[in-house]
């Protein structure tokens, strides 16, 4: 199905989920339409793994979460990562250090290049 193999990879969190919308609005015209619960589910699954504290937290709300409020949820989110990325580098920044970049797909931190070590 076209809904599990969208991720949100390196796409803004508005993005992904107009994506997201857009395919749930053609299986409802096509008369198999989602059901809200299962299209947040879906759209956890496919969120990289900076997004695991809120997935955790919208998932065990007992009330189904509209589509506009989980946007808004994951875009408060999203800045929230970007402000704390800015943050570190800009303290990465004033202290010289080497600014880490994320490797691809991952999120995760580059390790550091050695070509900063001193010589013996």
Known sequence: ??????????????????EVKCISDQLT???KPFVIKEMNSI???NLRLDYNDI????????????????HRL???HELQLKNATSFV???LNHTGAAVPTTT????????PSNNNQPSY
């Open 104 to 111: 691809p797909h991952s999120g995760l931190p580059s390790p």
């Open 55 to 70: 997935v955790v937290a919208l998932a065990t709300k007992s009330e189904v979460i509209q589509f506009h409020e989980l």
């Open 1 to 18: 199905m076209q809904m599990q193999n969208t991720s949100k990879g390196d796409k803004s969190i508005t993005n992904y989920l107009i």
């Open 29 to 31: 015209a096509t008369n």
């Open 74 to 76: 994951l875009l408060s």
């Open 43 to 45: 759209t956890f699954q």
């Open 89 to 91: 580098e800009a303290n």
